[in-house]
């Protein structure tokens, strides 16, 4: 993708964009009618379990997609904002006995501060530099969480409230949740903010040469991403009703963004796609215990080597035609 | 050909939900017939079998086997089999609460798993809405007697149990300054910061130095340095036998020569390998009792090497001994109904196991941990003191 395909424009170009639209619109409908159905299918206690998983595993990638498939900034710490959600949801609901509900705004104002502190100083740093720091944050967020007494140091916090008490309405609520933010995420990939993006992405001199601020801009990306990372912990915590730092290793962050790229880096349905494999594929292999991993690691360089692209890669509006 | 696609995904969705909803397992279909009086009755078990303490999990695994053998070889428990159902909680709270779901789901009447703490907490609530009890093996960490939950048994020694028989021996040695080192996990912070406590009251050894290590790296120099800054001459670690080993030798390399004890999870003969040559030689552990330190377990432990070609090893009794516990709960019960073994283990009293005959506390842990004082010869861990 160039910057020089903006020069064809056309009512063929406008007509593929409305198909091309209309097409994915099907797409999300069929994908949430799939995911409201399943439980009409196996409501057991582990089936739900595992998708109310995979529900939040896509909030998080599609949060990290505005990150690093919109804006092209590799942040291999995304969990950092994961855990910031999930303790501050935590921490005010246990200590100060607040309804998990009432902790969201709480849960944005810090992820927000979140991302502007982790943000502010490393944006200015571009490719595998800023991917070291935010490696070495991520880290930072877990440790803080394991030396401090109001997180509850390794132990962590239990005994969170939970949403609500019915595994199968949270679900519900999950899937709702869910979408609503693959939406939103989908919406601003194709804003104003959204074309800057991936003008940054693709050429950030040329960015910043055409009048976009670009560290603004990227600033705004990652606040995007810390606000959906977050948000996606408190489903978390509400979930576990336990959260310690063990739940944000490296690993995780690793994981998430193999989803991303699986899925197709800025592609939304893709990013969908992906993170339901990745969270779905360990459970599906736990029988074959031991094996379990390797088989996951076997079958992920199988998809990259047949589908380098992404199992659903993004397509630009732009040149469709 | 895109709208018919995505018209064909719909209506198969739709119609294989109304197929599968009749099923039993979906929202529409009846409430699972699991638990029943019939077939075997079923004991699940969380345990690591991948992640950073996998190494831990066929210990347990195999000996829960053993019992569950030996018992179903028996006749079983009120004309009923045995079976074993474990799946991996990977030491980490989200695939732990997916097994305890699974487990739940394939209809157990016992759980009789758990040996990461961390991983074991989330998992209560699990098996207490389905009404599971559980007696767990190894986790101990203070925040699951905390809660209180009526389903919940420990029958490992609590790190208060753990960090007194580690205060009587340091008293008993003479010690003077005592270095206590953790790596920051919740079961080592635990004993460590109890430890602590118990060495502050006025009188004998002092703490001179509470450190924390990272796990998993490989060299502690900075620690070390630190701790003999303080110069103690009684060094308590409390965390596993990767860091124990090297923490070990690095201490005796820069030349200290005072005691040195490990916590219960250093407990292996990986320790005295690793902290290489004979730089093991002489250093103390608190453990509860192993088969190697068990009188009269010599046929236990010949019966277990037979069956599995290698030794039993770390809570290998404890695992053994949650399945006999569990059994004998459901014969007194005379049912698997989970409110009636749980007042079935309520009273169990004087049912005899490794670590003597069982009588719970009101708190549902093990009125006294057992714990005894080890030491390294010859590369092995050897009985030191029964603290009697």
Redesign the interface.
């Known amino acids: 993708m160039t910057s020089t395909r903006s020069g064809t424009r056309g009512p063929v170009t406008a007509l593929g964009r409305a198909t091309s639209r209309l097409l994915e619109g099907k797409w999300a409908l069929a994908g949430l009618a799939v995911a409201l159905l399943a439980p009409f299918v196996i409501a057991t206690p582990y089936a739900i379990f595992v998708m109310t998983s995979a529900a939040i595993f896509v909030m998080l990638a599609s949060g990290l997609n505005i990150v690093v498939g919109f804006c092209g900034l590799l942040d291999l710490g995304y969990v950092a904002f994961f855990a910031v959600g999930a303790y501050t949801s935590g921490v005010l609901s246990t200590r100060f006995g607040l309804p998990l509900l009432a902790t969201v705004p709480a849960v944005i104002v810090v992820t927000v501060i979140a991302g502007v502190v982790i943000g502010a100083p490393t944006l200015r740093l571009r490719s595998d530099y800023l991917a070291i720091v935010t490696l070495g944050f991520g880290e930072i967020i877990r440790i803080t969480a394991n030396n401090l007494d109001v997180t509850g140091g390794p132990a962590g916090i239990y005994g969170i409230p939970g949403l609500t008490g019915d595994p199968v309405v949270f679900y519900y609520l999950t899937v709702g949740i869910v979408s609503i933010a693959v939406i939103g995420a989908s919406r601003l990939g194709r804003s104003r903010l959204g074309r800057a993006w991936r003008f940054v992405r693709e050429d950030e001199d040329a960015a910043e040469a055409m009048g976009v601020h670009t560290y603004k801009i990227k600033l705004a990306a990652y606040i995007a991403g810390a606000v959906w990372g977050g948000l996606a912990g408190v489903l978390f915590a509400a979930q576990l009703s336990a959260i310690s730092p063990g739940s944000f290793t490296f690993l995780r962050s690793a994981l998430v963004l193999m989803a991303v790229v699986l899925g197709g880096l800025g592609s939304t349905p893709g990013v969908v796609v992906g993170a339901i494999v990745i969270s779905l594929l360990p459970e599906v292999l736990r029988d074959f215990a031991d094996y379990q991993y390797f088989a996951f690691g076997v079958l992920l360089i199988v998809f990259m080597l047949v589908r380098p692209q992404g199992l659903w890669p993004h397509r630009s509006r732009e040149a469709s035609s | 050909m ?2 018919s696609r ?1 018209a064909a ?2 209506s198969l ?2 119609s ?3 197929l ?2 009749g099923c039993g ?5 009846g409430g ?1 017939d699991a638990g029943g009086d019939k077939g075997p009755i079923t004991l699940g078990m969380l345990i690591p ?2 992640g950073s303490e996998a190494a831990v999990g066929p210990y347990m695994k195999n000996a829960a086997q053993l019992a569950v053998d030996e018992i179903n070889g028996k006749g079983g428990v009120l004309g009923r089999k045995l079976e074993l159902k474990v ?2 909680d990977a ?4 695939t732990a ?2 097994g305890a ?2 487990l ?3 209809g157990i009447d016992v759980s009789v798993g758990g040996y990461c ?3 074991t ?2 998992t209560l ?2 098996f207490g809405k ?1 009404n599971i009890p559980m007696i767990i093996p190894a986790a101990n ?1 203070q ?1 699951l007697v905390d ?1 209180h939950l009526k389903h919940v048994f420990l029958i490992n020694g609590t790190g208060t149990q753990q960090a007194t028989a580690a205060m009587a021996w340091i008293t008993k040695q003479g010690a003077t300054s005592v270095a206590l080192v953790h790596d ?3 079961y ?3 004993i460590a910061v109890r430890t602590q406590k118990l060495l502050d009251e006025p009188g004998g050894a002092e703490t001179v130095i509470l450190e ?1 290590v990272t796990p998993k790296e490989s060299d502690y120099s900075a620690n070390i340095h630190n701790i003999l800054a303080k110069k103690p001459d009684f060094v308590y670690w409390t965390g596993y036998f990767q860091e124990g080993g090297l923490i070990t030798r690095q201490l005796r390399q820069a030349g200290y020569t005072g005691s040195i004890m490990v916590g219960d999870g250093s407990v292996s003969e990986k320790l005295a390998q690793i902290a290489g040559g004979d730089a093991a030689e002489g250093v103390y552990a608190t453990m509860t009792q192993t088969p190697d330190t068990l009188q009269g377990a010599e046929g236990w432990i010949a019966g277990y090497k037979k069956k599995f070609g290698a030794g039993p090893g770390p809570y290998s009794n404890q695992a053994y001994d949650a399945v006999r516990l569990a059994a004998e709960a459901v014969k007194q019960a005379g049912s698997t109904d989970g409110a009636k073994v749980i007042s079935a283990l309520e009273g169990i009293s004087g049912f005899q196991m490794f670590s003597g005959p069982l009588k719970f506390t009101s708190d549902h842990t093990l009125a006294t941990g057992g714990f005894q004082i080890l030491v390294v010869r010859s590369g092995k861990f050897t009985l030191q003191d029964a603290l009697k």
């Open positions: 895109g709208k995505v995904v719909w969705a739709v294989v939900g109304m599968t909803a397992q979906g929202l529409l279909g699972s079998q991948s799946a991996d030491c980490d709270a989200q609460v997916a779901n699974k739940v789901t394939e703490s961390g991983a907490l989330p609530p699990v389905a960490s925040e809660q920051n996990t919740s080592s912070k635990d924390a």
